[in-house]
């Protein structure tokens, strides 16, 4: 059965706020399939963790639930059961594990995969536009501190060898921004020329 065919049109159809869109989805999911195939995991579990990774983010960001990577567990364990996928409980694991805030360290290949491809989405020019399109927002100055608080942390976080080379190249491009960001916002270029 075409698991991943289902699921993808599953997904389709959900939520999504607009940080977290389908496109963040099918970007985590397209890394994922690359570093599991690099990686020699199980690229079907890692797909099919990619897709559900953030379903119940809405819910979060709405105030319903506390914590959308333990209720996306639970939601796409129970969607993967309806549909007969047999590593419901892998996928659900992934997925609990995968927000690399909670501090959790993911026990298999797979969830680690899937916590390296979520943290790679917020690197290179898509993570640099993603931060000024948060909802949390704040000024530039406000910005700047997210990029060095945690944003240009995440290359020292990746778990597999694929992933840390692509943080690598991805956090070079934020890096080369927030320095130029810098140098304009504090007037240390001026009319193009050096202060």
């Given at each position: 059965m075409d698991y991943i065919g289902i699921v993808?049109?599953?997904?389709?159809?959900?939520?999504?706020?607009?940080?977290?869109?389908?496109?963040?989805?099918?970007?985590?999911?397209?890394?994922?399939?690359?570093?599991?195939?690099?990686?020699?995991?199980?690229?079907?579990?890692?797909?099919?963790?990619?897709?559900?990774?953030?379903?119940?983010?809405?819910?979060?960001?709405?105030g319903i639930?506390?914590?959308?990577?333990?209720?996306?567990?639970?939601?796409a364990e129970a969607y993967l059961k309806s549909i007969n996928y047999s590593k419901y409980k892998d996928v659900s694991y992934c997925i609990k594990t995968h927000r690399f805030s909670n501090n959790i360290i993911p026990k298999t290949l797979e969830a680690k995969i899937l916590q390296d491809a979520d943290k790679l989405d917020a690197l290179g020019y898509i993570g640099i536009s993603r931060v000024f399109m948060h909802r949390n927002g704040g000024n530039l100055d406000e910005r700047i501190k997210h990029f060095y608080e945690k944003i240009l942390k995440l290359k020292d976080l990746m778990y597999t060898d694929t992933a840390k080379k692509l943080a690598n190249e991805k956090a070079k491009i934020v890096e080369s921004f927030v320095n130029g960001l810098e140098k304009e916002l504090y007037y240390e270029v001026y009319h193009g020329k050096e202060k």
């Open positions: 993808f049109n599953y997904i389709k159809k959900l939520e999504y706020d607009h940080t977290h869109d389908i496109g963040h989805i099918l970007r985590v999911t397209k890394t994922s399939e690359l570093i599991a195939i690099k990686e020699n995991a199980d690229v079907e579990v890692v797909v099919l963790s990619a897709l559900l990774h953030d379903i119940a983010r809405p819910d979060e960001l709405k639930i506390k914590d959308h990577a333990l209720e996306g567990a639970v939601r």
